[in-house]
């Protein structure tokens, strides 16, 4: 297949690149323009002389249409993804994330893309009314983030259900592994043990549901190019679920490393717009053949000695927002 990969710069978007690359499909990457003309990670992946990259803009209708005609289908991933900046700058994730989508819809439409993949994340939900969460789990976005992912989600499933067109929603929860940003916990985690000193965190008791990056990409595969995924949600994550402070520990005993856990007041989110659990019920991505692979400490290990050999990549001192 022809398939367009928005995003493919990012951290599931490349691992994402590689892997449809390696089944023989024929990619094409969509990452944003700027004028270093860097791919972002692709710009470290084996497979970057065997795929056609595309620099844009999601929020630039004319950009997304180019890079969408052709296509037999569409994997978009292009999204602010940082929390806490949601909460500095709303419209930004409004305009990326919600008209982005809106534009990769609406040229999808056009052109008779005959499928196309939209991604969810599990922050929709909002803390667990119940557990494990299934996609009837009631949506409650705590954030400005998740409030504009949800916003493209029912955009993308009101395209399904208005115009026929033929979008399946892939709801990943909390994915980790080689090439995330220093914004997210486990490599804030890891540099930081890495350089020694206090490990500085926010709320340590809040519970996470961790799925290693090559078993998300493979959700994305292996359920978002099902017929039976078309006009509805399907969660992918493992079934489990571990607390920041737990997580902090395990980390520390595979690294061999002891640090006291100081709390930093600049990485505790508002007290309405925490969520405190997240745990997957995955029946229906299981149903459909698809099961993560990759254990917990597996994967902490993995991505541990990523960082550890990328360490220029990440600056341990100070948190990025």
């Given at each position: ?141 705590q954030s400005p983030y998740a409030a504009s992912k949800s916003g493209a989600d029912h955009l993308a499933l009101s395209y399904h259900r208005s115009f026929e067109t033929p979008v399946s929603v892939i709801r990943p929860f909390n994915t980790y592994g080689p090439r995330q940003s220093a914004r997210a916990v ?136």
């Open positions: 297949m022809k398939i367009l990969v928005t995003g493919a710069g990012g951290f599931i978007g490349s691992h994402l690149a590689e892997r449809l690359s390696a089944l023989g499909h024929d990619v094409r990457a969509f990452v944003r323009y700027n004028s270093s003309s860097s791919w972002g990670w692709l710009d470290e992946c084996g497979c970057k002389d065997e795929i056609e990259v595309i620099s844009g803009d999601i929020r630039d209708m004319d950009s997304v249409r180019r890079a969408a005609r052709g296509a037999d289908a569409v994997f978009h991933l292009a999204a602010l993804i940082g929390i806490p900046y949601s909460y500095v700058s709303p419209l930004a994730y409004v305009r990326t994330n919600v008209e982005g989508t809106y534009n990769v819809l609406e040229a999808c439409r056009d052109l008779g893309v005959g499928r196309v993949v939209h991604t969810s994340t599990s922050e929709v939900y909002g803390t667990a009314r119940y557990v494990p969460m299934d996609e009837r789990h009631p949506v409650n976005p486990i490599p804030a985690i890891i540099s930081q043990l890495l350089a020694g000193g206090e490990l500085r965190l926010g709320s340590l008791a809040p519970t996470r549901d961790l799925n290693f990056v090559s078993d998300t990409v493979k959700g994305f595969v292996e359920v978002g190019l099902r017929e039976e995924s078309v006009g509805r949600v399907t969660n992918i994550g493992t079934g489990r679920e571990i607390s920041i402070g737990d997580l902090a520990a395990e980390i520390a005993g595979i690294m061999g490393a002891g640090a006291r856990i100081a709390e930093d007041p600049a990485r505790i989110r508002p007290s309405g717009s925490e969520v405190e659990r997240l745990r997957a019920d995955v029946s229906f991505a299981r149903s459909l053949g698809w099961a993560p692979e990759v254990s917990l400490p597996d994967g902490l290990r993995m991505t541990v000695d990523w960082i550890r050999r990328n360490r220029g990549a990440f600056r341990a001192g100070g948190y990025a927002v």
